[in-house]
């Protein structure tokens, strides 16, 4: 029997997205829960496979180690294109697929690192507060950009369901919020409920980042 893939990652953190995917893909994986913006202890559990100590990190069956969402979500896509989550090489939407894939953690996954302690940065707890309140503007903006310049079908790139509307479903779960992410990103919000209801997840949804809309 093949080795089960082993995720570190936390419910609601940004292990979901390769989680969900996993799942679509009936593969077997174990989660090694570490919610890591809330102690160093929990950080330390990830250190022996990502010395940034950060999820989501995958241990993929040959035991080699892969970090960083947007790169796993596609090694998943590509490892198993029959199931048609990603374009493929060649294909007319395999620019904007690449495009938004690091569009996201490159501008907007990457401020949570600051988010989720902005003392890292900030001299004082006033300059943390201003540091919160500037980052989750840009954040906002960020989805007013990927909204203006997509054009959406079903899903963000065609009729099918693909790692990159997991991928925006659950970071736009995030600050600031969904309420605000409908107003900044309408077309964007067509698609994330859209995939909120797939019925493959629903069961997955619920135990791995219940949220209200």
Avoid at 22 to 40: D, F, K, N, Q, R
């Amino acid at each position: 029997m093949d080795n089960p893939y082993i995720v570190y990652g936390a419910k609601g953190g940004g292990s979901v997205p390769v989680e969900a995917t996993l799942t679509l893909l009936g593969l077997p994986y174990e989660v090694v829960e570490a919610t890591v913006w809330e102690s160093e202890a929990e950080r330390e559990k990830v250190a022996p496979v990502n010395p940034m100590r950060q999820i989501p990190a995958l241990v993929l069956p040959s035991g080699q180690v892969m970090t960083e969402s947007a790169a796993i979500l596609m090694h998943l896509a590509e490892q198993h294109p029959g199931a048609g989550l990603a374009p493929e090489v060649g294909e007319a939407r395999r620019a904007d697929y690449l495009r938004w894939m690091t569009f996201i953690p490159a501008s907007i996954y990457s401020l949570y690192w600051i988010r989720d302690d902005p003392m890292r940065l900030a001299a004082d707890a006033a300059a943390a507060e201003l540091i919160k309140a500037r980052t989750a503007e840009r954040i906002a903006e960020c989805w007013r950009i990927m909204d203006a310049q997509v054009s959406p079908g079903r899903y963000l790139l065609g009729e099918a369901l693909g790692v990159l509307d997991l991928y925006v479903a659950v970071v736009s779960r995030w600050t600031p919020r969904r309420e605000r992410f409908y107003r900044e990103a309408p077309k964007l919000a067509e698609v994330v409920r859209r995939v909120d209801a797939e019925p493959r997840l629903q069961a997955f949804w619920a135990q791995r980042f219940p949220f209200e809309d």
